[in-house]
């Protein structure tokens, strides 16, 4: 078994031999057998016991026998106490993903504190065949089906390669003693169950259902590394500057809703959310849907994503007299006494107002509804909501365009067009330039 275990490091690379590794000793059979592999293997070992203080007696048992045996390796020996009832408790998780918490923290403080390269723990292909189980019962998808994964991060499973069968078998070669956890043949935890009660019915259906579902397990890790590979690349045509999502570019795609799904848990949405952003796509523009960090809008063309902010105030005065303002936008204002060298540069960016026809402060907000303003180059009155249409803007362009306001009239649609209310006359004397400086995200 020895040679399996080393040949199944080396094509997965969990391993080196130059550095020493850390390794979750609990005293069972797995543990005892991965410990003993690693050190005649040639690997330095630093064992590392967790004592959850759960079975009494059999807890402290556990931590002596994992020392002894240690010692007699001459393996450095680190050991931890933990209160999992209480950390449970106050966390309100179940016992085992507390236990599992702390495991893990602690063997992260002390990989770093050691300088291990890595956290080798005795999973076997048991183990994974009982997680795929475990993932299938919950729901799951083609993550779920790949079983337990070789390596993750600095965790890494030399076991995988083998049963349990096979560990114990090698143990009792060997006569190598281990300790037995009364709480492997309780059926109270999900896990114990599968293997205590589910597997040996499906096992009645093919004896060789551990190995069928392992080697289904594999194909489906397989399948997975494609499925990924192709999200990556949907990623790539899909997702646009902005993050905005191409609903041509996805819709290109034998399976759209799945691509979807993936690209919008990077933005922390759930499943559920993104069938529902799905079924939005053929329909009108507008629909809005939240995750617990951004918001989406479906519209026209593509899919907004925009991160949650903390509302902040809509509306600023202006005094005009600033030279340069900074807020949601950049301003400059600028009172220009008219001369003979003046002159009107084009650039919708800079606005021109009869600095006499306004009423100060002047006010900054966003729009509402039932805001108009009368274009300039226009006679009649234009609503905002009609002139947004015909400028084709998307819910999240309405959302950031800013009004300048003189009183209740809107003299500027900040980058687009002033009123011609506000604007110069043959008796304008004096005018406000307001230049407005637009990143490049308001660049339309």
Known sequence: MRDVVRAYIEKYQLLTESLPVLVGVSGGADSIALLTLLVESGYSCIAAHCNFHLRGDESM????????????????????????RQYAAERHLSIEMAARELRYNWFEEQRLTTGAQAIAVAHHRDDSVETLLMNLVRGTGIRGMSGIRPRNGFVVRPLLVVSRAD???????????????????????????????????????????????????????????????VVEEARGRVVKPGDRLSIAALMLYPSPDAILYELLKTYNFTRLVAEA????????????????????????????????????????????????????????????????????????????????????????????????????????????????????????????????????????????????????????????????????SESK
């Open 61 to 84: 048992r556990d931590e002596q026998f994992t020392r002894e045996y240690a010692g007699q390796l001459n393996v450095p020996f680190l050991k931890v106490d933990f209160d999992t």
């Open 167 to 229: 560990i114990l078998e090698w143990l009792a070669k060997r006569n190598l003693m281990y300790v037995t956890d009364c709480t492997n043949e309780s059926d109270a935890y999900t896990r114990n169950f599968i293997r205590l009660r589910v597997l040996p019915l499906l096992e009645e259906l093919n004896p060789s259902v551990k190995t069928a579902i392992a080697r289904t397990s594999e194909h489906l890790a397989a399948a997975e590394a494609v499925y990924l590979h």
């Open 277 to 440: 952003v799905y079924l939005s796509l053929t329909k009108e523009p507008g629909k809005v849907f939240y995750s617990s960090t951004h918001r989406l809008i479906k519209d026209r063309d593509y899919l907004l994503l925009s991160p949650l902010v903390k509302e902040e105030a809509k509306e600023y005065m202006l005094t005009g007299c600033e030279q340069n303002w900074s807020g949601p936008v950049e301003l400059s204002f600028e009172k220009v006494v008219i001369k003979e060298d003046f002159h009107i540069r084009k650039d919708k960016n800079i606005a021109y107002f009869d600095y006499d026809k306004l009423t100060f402060p002047l006010t900054l907000r966003t729009w509402k509804e039932g805001d108009w303003f009368i274009p300039f180059g226009m006679k009649g009155r234009k609503k905002l909501s009609d002139y947004f249409s015909d400028r084709k803007f998307s819910r999240l362009d309405k959302e950031q365009t800013w009004l300048l306001c003189s009183g209740d009239a809107v003299i500027w649609v900040v980058g687009e067009r002033p009123d011609n209310r506000f604007c110069l006359d043959k008796m304008t004397k004096s005018v406000l330039v307001v230049h407005f400086f637009p990143t490049k």
